[in-house]
């Protein structure tokens, strides 16, 4: 892991130079691709909960059937 400077090292800027440092385009795909790792961890959500429910559906069945 790189070291960081010492604070008397850095080059002092202000916040909103900083902000624009990073390209917008960077930022952009950066923000993209989380927001496609969220949308695969969602979709893994919904086939587990499609699964459990359509368990749920069969042991209702079944229970239905035994009385």
Sequence with gaps: M???KPA?????VSPVV??????VSTRLS?????LLEMRSALDLQIKRTTRL???V????I???RRS
């Excluded at 008397?8 to 002092?12: G, I, N, P, S």
């Excluded at 950066?30 to 989380?34: Q, S, T």
């Excluded at 559906?57 to 209702?60: H, Q, V």
């Design 62 to 64: 079944s229970v239905k």
């Design 8 to 12: 008397a090292a850095r080059v002092k």
């Design 18 to 23: 900083l902000a624009v440092v990073r390209p």
């Design 57 to 60: 559906d069969t042991l209702a």
């Design 2 to 4: 790189p070291k960081r």
């Design 53 to 55: 429910q359509m368990q």
């Design 30 to 34: 950066r923000i993209e691709a989380l």
